[in-house]
């Protein structure tokens, strides 16, 4: 960061580009009227942030090389993969299905984003809270003026399929779904995203890697996901324990936390579960639940 | 910044809060002590020196601060909110742990010259500090636990100011009625609005998260707040008014529903719980909440009597007495397993509890410590009432040796939990 030959690819955030070069906005809303909105202070806070260039492009309706090439005339370097790297997130894995049939629900939670948007506030914690509540059979409707990428993105990490039907070039239905409950990506990507800081912090962090693997392996493509971040206080405690009554014994729940929930920690014991933790970042713990005698 | 630095400094609040335990069970076992040398003191007028030495020892050394070491941990759980300054929390430590053996020494010899005015004059200035740290770390939109806690710090001050004021009334006197007229003031603000206050507050978000149970009612909660804090303003109202005494009984009305009605509320809680086993020091912090209706009682047996005449003096000792060491006490048995071992788990295995396979919180400490404890406090209470009611200086001493006793097995245990190694296996992977 700060030198001014920065090179920018499909998976550059395009947060990161407005922080190198803040010319780069008026260039990014030329390429489509759909980025007005990030001339909004808040709204560019909040989406550019979570947004790439592969998911810009999509959302502006163009290709990564069309979005690249005006931006190298700023002075940006253009990477090698001007193409989705495989393995990370973007526009291939999160797409979601367009066009085919819409799965069938056995109800749907309706919110419309664009009022949210158009005030000029985040809408991301209700959408969260709302896809806490899904059952299995049930789905949240996202109403919006473009194709929640970054969101698709987002929640394709926390275990949600989604679906979008595009009916105009201003309205956009998106559903989000809880997958069939095996999550078979996360405990590889998980642990290539790892956190570098939380690598290089010291020597403990082989043998903390070392024991979150282990266990993490064996239960490769049988984990539950939860992620109580945002619930308020009593709430992570009653949801993990709820969540843990449903586990079948085979697998493991990871759940995403604040912090470590030491109060849950004899709650686990009495219940026959063993857990391993680890710190991503700072406000950011993660919990690798299972049953004890399980092997 | 490094991860290193991140840690430390989320990690901070532990290392000023474990010396307010340490604090609170080293004046725990002093007050016990005090009481089994000055027993014969219960036998006679409440309102002597050696017990104004044990009342503060134990409203002060024990409750306050075990309560201003638990809030400096607990605010920013309740608030999910930073603690506003941990130097601010640590002057108040210091200012306390200085001024209360001053004024307590005060008290006890009473010698209320400069030892009194200072100990007293560092006590307003801890709390203020407690309270800057509260209200700057408490939001202007706040859930009702954190209302509570804001608005018992606000009557702290006001208790410890009105104490002062009647120190120094004693040696150049200025207050109108002379200081014994305002000394029910400065009990019952004290009692019903620092303590019950606060612990209400705090008790109605623990105890439902301890049971796990799903229960919650902001409304009740809020209504318990204004009958709590109304009933005193309303007694504010008539001390200064000079009302006759039977006017009393309205604000004791508003004190009574209002532990009926937390009384409810954690009867819900318990019924809803999620958790079939509740643990003894749970049972033990419910248990206390029962006991909160006793001195309720007490004090509207005192208020006839005084209508009446005058009431019998042992019925005060009564009341005293069971406030701090049995009430109070009892929460604090209870609560310190529930926060100590946690606080201390979180210090130790916070950087390496990915690495190694970490004990359960719970086991720091000893089951059996616990058990003995709450035995030998439970034997000291019944004894010491007994005492106090037959005018017995064999009962009283006895029941004092027993309360020593739990002293001694409280500071025991929570030396264990502070002291918490990690064994070699889990070093191994430091």
């Known amino acids: 960061m700060g030198t001014t030959a920065m090179t920018i690819d499909a998976n550059t955030k395009i947060s990161a580009i407005l922080r190198e070069s803040p010319a780069a906005l008026e260039t990014i809303i030329a390429l489509s009227p759909r980025f007005a909105r990030l001339r909004n202070p808040v709204l560019r806070k909040l989406m550019a942030a979570r947004t790439t260039v592969a998911m810009a492009s999509r959302i502006g309706g163009c290709t990564v090389q069309a979005f690249l090439q005006p931006l190298a005339k700023l002075g940006f370097t253009l990477g090698e993969s001007t193409e989705l790297l495989p393995g990370r997130t973007g526009v291939k894995e999160t797409a979601g299905r367009v066009g085919e049939e819409a799965p069938e629900f056995h109800s749907v939670i309706e919110l419309d984003v664009r009022p949210i948007l158009s005030a000029g506030s985040d809408p991301l914690t209700d959408i969260l809270k709302a896809v806490q509540t899904l059952g299995n059979d049930s789905a949240l409707k996202i109403i919006n003026s473009f194709e929640p990428q970054p969101l698709i993105a ?78 308020p206080m009593p709430l992570p405690m009653l949801t993990i324990l709820e969540s843990l009554d449903r586990l079948p014994p085979t697998r493991a729940l990871l759940v995403d936390h604040k912090r470590i929930p030491v109060f849950l920690l004899p709650e686990l014991a009495e219940k026959g579960f063993d857990y391993r933790i680890r710190e991503v970042a700072e406000g950011h713990v993660q919990l690798l639940i299972f049953k004890k005698d399980a092997k | 910044m490094t991860a290193d630095t991140k840690t430390k400094k989320s990690n901070t609040t532990y290392k000023v809060v474990l010396p307010f335990y340490l604090y609170a069970g080293l004046a725990f076992a002093t007050a016990t002590t005090l009481l089994f040398t000055s027993s014969d003191a219960l036998r006679s007028h409440f309102f002597q020196p050696k017990l104004l030495a044990i009342t503060h020892t134990m409203a002060l050394g024990w409750g306050t601060m075990i309560i201003l070491g638990a809030s400096y941990q607990l605010l920013p759980v309740l608030t999910q909110r930073r603690l506003y300054s941990v130097k601010l929390a640590g002057l108040s430590f210091v200012l306390a742990a200085l001024a209360i053996p001053l004024l307590v020494y005060a008290f006890y ?322």
């Open chain 2, 109 to 430: 010899t009473f010698d209320l010259g400069w030892p009194a005015i200072t100990g007293g004059s560092g006590v307003v200035l801890a709390v203020s500090c407690y309270l800057i740290n509260v209200f700057g770390t408490v939001g202007k939109k706040e859930n009702i636990h954190a209302v509570f806690c804001a608005t018992a710090a606000g009557w702290l001050l006001l208790t410890t100011l009105t104490g002062l004021a009647l120190i120094i009334d004693f040696t150049s006197p200025f207050l109108p009625k002379g200081a014994l007229a305002y000394l029910p003031l400065h009990a019952h603000i004290g009692i019903a609005g620092w303590f019950l206050g606060l612990i209400v507050g705090v008790a109605s978000r623990l105890i439902p998260m301890f049971l796990i149970s799903k229960y919650t009612n902001e409304r009740l909660l809020q209504t318990i707040f204004w009958l709590l804090n109304g009933g005193l303003l309303l007694f504010l109202l008539l001390f200064f008014g000079e009302a006759e005494l039977a006017y009393y009984a309205f604000p004791i009305a508003c004190l009574a529903v209002a532990l009926a009605l937390f009384g409810y509320y954690c009867y819900r809680c318990y019924h809803l719980r999620l958790r079939r086993r509740t643990d003894a020091p749970v049972r033990i912090s419910l248990a206390s909440v029962v006991m909160m209706l006793a001195p309720l009682f007490l004090l509207a047996a005192i208020i006839t009597g005084s209508l009446a005449g005058s009431p019998d003096s042992r019925l005060v000792l009564v009341y005293g007495f069971f406030i701090f060491f049995g009430w109070i006490t009892a929460i604090i048995l209870g609560m310190t397993f529930k926060t100590l071992p946690f606080i201390v788990w979180n210090k130790t295995y916070h950087r390496r509890a990915a690495a190694a396979q970490p004990p359960n919180p719970k086991d720091l400490g000893s089951d059996q410590l616990f058990s003995v404890m709450i035995l030998s406090w439970l034997a000291g209470l019944l004894i010491v009432l007994a005492g106090i009611g037959c005018r017995s200086h064999l009962l009283l001493r006895s029941g004092s040796a027993f309360l020593i006793a739990t002293a001694f097995f409280y500071n025991l245990n929570i030396w264990k939990i502070i002291a918490h190694k990690p064994s070699d296996h889990e070093r191994h992977h430091q």
């Open chain 1, 154 to 231: 987002l929640l394709e990490k926390k275990g949600f399929g989604s679906w979008t039907d595009r009916l105009g070039d201003h309205l956009v239905h998106t559903w989000f779904y809880k997958k069939e409950k095996t999550t078979p990506d996360i405990p590889a990507s998980h642990t290539r995203s790892a956190n570098p800081q939380a690598r290089s912090a010291g020597a403990s962090q082989t043998g903390e890697t070392a024991a979150w693997q282990a266990i993490s392996d064996r239960y490769a493509g049988k984990q539950q996901t939860l992620d109580v971040r945002d619930l």
